[in-house]
């Protein structure tokens, strides 16, 4: 722990004013230090209220903090969450967690931002990120995986990312094959897994989710707004955006344990409870060509197995699906 995690962690157990000298004790830091500390978690975002006689005691917390991350996950994370690094702006969280896997910095490394400036989706397109609304964050994993299973970490990670959103925001989300985070027909949030590789195993993987928590319709490009929403649109209040990082990582942390110790199963099963796709007739398009049928279910691969009009199942390894009415 450092000492701004430290610091909020004294400040938050306690509820109310502590003393700059019990802080200075506890930390064996000089009071100076405090101060120097106090002013510095001011700038994050963190509103405290200082007295002379009392000391300082926590009034808010900026709804992004690492220091809490950190502070609430320290003790449970088994692998996701070893190592957490902020940026208030970065390109891209997971062409920059690419670049540490590469260096060989370890499973488990998460990469968070406020704002990313060149944010990417999916089949090359942009990825709105905005400072101050969403949440932005790459995971970089090294499972001991035959690279055909590599589609089970992108749907692995929205089975944590739906659950954690349920269980924070009530919001109903689901899962669009292969791994888009709905609300009924609007995206909330997406996965882009990046992996190397070579023919017989993954050398590392980056898992980039992008969750749009307090964006404002207003503030999305027309193309987005008719077809995106964000938890705030949902709930019409703001959630912290802390709280949904911190059940995510424990949710990763738990279904990769799972995926690493007893193996796909649990984690497909798991995706077709939460799955608005399977059972609904959809047109799906690969490149040029477009499909329409059943969405039937997924195969081991995590292939989509769509039943086309002359009852043959096509396979579907990657493409856009929507949904028929
Ligand atoms: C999609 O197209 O649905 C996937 C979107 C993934 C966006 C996230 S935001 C954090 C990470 N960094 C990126 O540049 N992209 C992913």
């Known amino acids: ?3 701004n995690e ?12 502590i003393s700059g000298a019990e802080i200075a004790n506890t930390m064996k830091v000089t009071r100076t230090a405090v101060w120097k500390r106090i002013n510095i978690l001011r700038e994050k975002g963190y509103t405290m209220e200082a007295s002379p006689a009392k000391g300082y005691k926590l009034l808010k917390s900026p709804d992004l903090s690492i220091e809490e991350i950190r502070g609430s996950i320290s003790g449970w994370s088994m692998i ?18 690419m670049e540490l896997a590469e260096k060989g910095y370890p499973e488990g490394t998460i990469i968070i931002a406020d704002a990313q400036t060149g944010g ?70 997406g996965i882009l897994t990046e992996i190397k590789a ?15 928590i307090n964006l404002e319709i207003e503030d999305m490009p027309d193309e987005i707004k008719i077809c995106a929403t964000s938890i705030k649109n949902e709930t019409g209040n703001a959630q912290s955006r802390t709280l949904i990082a911190v059940e995510i990582i424990n949710e990763l942390d738990r279904w990769y344990s799972m995926l690493l110790n007893i193996g796909k199963k649990p984690v497909i099963a798991e995706w077709l409870k939460l799955s608005s796709t399977i059972g609904r007739a959809v047109k799906v398009t690969v490149g040029n060509n477009v499909f329409t049928g059943i969405a039937e279910t997924i195969d081991e691969e995590g292939m989509l197995m769509l039943k086309l009009p002359d009852n043959t199942v096509k396979k579907i390894s990657a493409g856009d699906v929507a949904i028929l009415r």
């Open 1 to 3: 722990m450092n000492n």
């Open 6 to 17: 430290e610091i909020i962690r004294l400040l938050k157990e306690k509820e109310d004013f």
């Open 80 to 97: 996701i969450g070893r190592e957490i690094i902020f940026f208030d702006t970065i390109t891209s969280t997971n062409t920059y967690a």
């Open 120 to 189: 990417k989706g999916r089949l090359g397109r942009k990825w709105l990120s905005p400072q101050g609304k969403n949440l932005y964050m790459s995971i970089i994993l090294r499972p001991a995986i035959p690279p055909r299973d590599a589609a089970i970490l992108t749907l692995m990670s929205a089975v944590a990312c739906a659950s954690a959103i349920k269980r924070i925001s009530s919001v109903p989300a689901s899962i669009k094959w292969p791994n888009d985070l709905m609300v009924s027909d609007r995206k909330l949030g």
């Open 198 to 212: 070579d023919m017989d195993r993954i050398f590392h993987a980056v898992i980039g989710i992008g969750i749009n």
